[in-house]
């Protein structure tokens, strides 16, 4: 990864590439990285903050995979929690491109 090609797309990181967030250990590009999606959810200055505090989801760094949304309280059967909005792969094309 480079300032020029900062993360953002797969062929550039590996960490996109295998479907993992960067981290501070795996990325020495900070803030200019663009493979922080989740990191940047969590209020900081310049984000949309999604997750509230009573949504009953919390934002935690998982160590090696990077960050993760949890659910901090029991949701209903057919509870909305959250729209997805990344990509829908096959299990073929999750293989080719893993």
């Not at 550039?12 to 200019?32: D, H, I, P």
């Not at 997805?84 to 096959?90: D, H, N, P, S, W």
Request: aromatic content about 6%.
């Amino acid at each position: 990864c480079t300032k020029e090609n900062p993360c953002n797309d797969a062929t550039s990181c590996s960490r996109r590439a295998a479907m993992m967030e960067c981290t501070n250990k795996s990325c020495s590009l900070g803030k200019l990285c663009q493979n922080r999606q989740l990191q940047r959810l969590s209020g900081r200055p310049g984000s949309i903050d999604i997750l509230k505090s009573d949504d009953g989801l919390e934002l935690r760094d998982t160590g090696e995979k990077g960050f993760g949304i949890f659910a901090n309280r029991p949701f209903e059967p057919n509870e909305l929690i959250g729209e997805y909005l990344g990509q829908i792969y096959t299990e073929s094309e999750f293989l080719q491109i893993k």
